[in-house]
């Protein structure tokens, strides 16, 4: 064996394939085969072979299965007496998975017929490895399956191989047949096409391969320059997260500083506030109690007024009595005394009583002798000051008589 062959070996055994390589239906149409590949990524292979019948019977078009509810299908794929909402959910993702299959082929062929392809090398890798849900990998046994049991090759798998250094890449798929033949022994065509497909499908990509996570890419040259660029670009990476990170960290503590001064201030305008309005309400409560002490104050005052009124009421009465006693007196010295005829005569009053009676009468009499007196006074005074206005009238009235 050549050196290629022992470094194709070497990378197979590296590559590990989920479940091996589906075994392909004994009799079926390509469309079929897909959709048994399909099935076998949620089912086991008797039970995805089974479900392959089962739609077959049900529908004569296929295209009568590519516009049914997934519930339908899934009804179909599930097992004999599954009829239960809860067994039915278990199959709902194969059955999305068949409707998505037969739209993907109906779009890429305008039908749901692949056995043109057969007859069409040139054309078959890329329109079947354009399905997605067949890809490089289970797309190589379809194109098995077309060109009769020859070696697969679609140009995602060319890429591959010409990546590891074991041919070299070109457009001529008959070129790289011929070019893979000699990296494989006899019959194992098919496993290194599905390999490589899946290496291709996984990580191998045309524009952005995944060369750090590939299994070969110790194997790879241009995977271990894939992978010092990504370490590269990781390390920049890396220290931008980190500058960002100290910035995003800087900015969140100016900004919790700045939430800090905003919630001081609003504090201390919120304070601010309160005390002005604890000095209003002081202000209008010592208002209110200044109010009602004057109102106090006043009751108080006008309850004392009427207080002393009330006890300076007979206090008055007896002065109006002894007013009135004094002038029946006074109207009583300047006549004679009337004679009590009709009953006994009064006691006679005391001495000091009547002297005190005369000495008020000699005081009304000096009073009004003073009061005659003032009044003459006056008289003599009014006629003294009248006399020269009279002289002046009658020098007036001379004067218009001569005139």
Same mark, same amino acid.
């Given at each position: ?267 201390? %305008? ?11 309400? #002081?202000? %209008?409560?010592? #208002? ?43 109207? %009583?010295? $300047? ?7 009709? $009953? ?21 009499? %000096? ?29 007036? $009235? #001379? ?5």
């Amino acid at each position: 064996m050549s050196k290629k062959s022992d470094l194709t070996a070497k990378l197979l055994a590296k590559i590990d394939l989920p479940g091996g390589i589906p075994e392909p239906l004994a009799e079926g149409t390509l469309l079929e085969q897909g959709i048994h590949l399909v099935l076998v990524g949620f089912l086991p292979a008797a039970r995805a072979r089974a479900a392959v019948e089962a739609l077959r019977t049900e529908y004569v078009d296929w295209n009568e299965a590519r516009v049914a509810q997934a519930q339908e299908l899934a009804g179909l794929i599930a097992a004999r007496g599954g009829s239960g909402a809860a067994r039915l959910a278990k199959y709902l993702p194969a059955a999305r998975e068949v409707k998505a299959f037969l739209q993907e082929v109906f779009q890429k062929t305008h039908g749901l017929d692949l056995e043109p392809l057969r007859e069409d090398p040139q054309n078959a890798p890329r329109v079947i490895t354009s399905v997605e849900q067949l890809g490089n990998s289970l797309g190589s046994i379809i194109l098995w399956l077309a060109e009769g049991g020859a070696a697969p090759v679609t140009p995602a798998i060319v890429r591959v191989l010409d990546r590891l250094g074991l041919i070299a890449r070109t457009g001529s798929m008959r070129k790289a047949r011929e070019a893979m033949l000699g990296l494989a022994a006899e019959g194992s065509a098919l496993r290194l096409a599905v390999s490589f497909g899946l290496v291709a499908d996984r990580w191998c990509h045309q524009r952005k391969p995944s060369c750090w996570e590939c299994v070969l890419v110790d194997d790879c040259s241009t995977g271990r320059k894939v992978l010092r660029e990504w370490k590269v670009q990781q390390t920049r990476l890396a220290a931008q997260h980190a500058r960002e990170q100290a910035r995003r960290l800087a900015a969140e503590e100016r900004e919790r500083k700045h939430q800090a001064r905003e919630a001081e201030r609003v504090l201390k %305008r919120a304070q601010t506030a309160a005390r002005k309005l604890e000095r209003e309400r #002081e202000r %209008r409560a010592g #208002e209110q109690a200044r109010k009602k002490a004057a109102e106090a104050n006043k009751k108080e005052q006008e309850r004392r007024r009427a207080a002393a009124a009330r006890k300076a009421a007979p206090g008055k009465e007896v002065s109006t009595r002894q007013k009135k006693t004094r002038a029946g007196r006074r109207s %009583r010295s $300047g006549a004679a005394p009337a004679q009590d005829t009709a $009953g006994p005569r009064r006691k006679t009053r005391s001495g000091g009583a009547k002297k005190t009676e005369r000495a008020s009468s000699a005081e009304r009499r %000096r009073s009004t002798r003073k009061g005659a007196a003032g009044a003459t006074t006056r008289s003599s005074s009014s006629a003294a000051s009248s006399s020269p206005t009279r002289a002046g009238r009658r020098t007036s $009235g #001379e004067t218009k008589r001569k005139r």
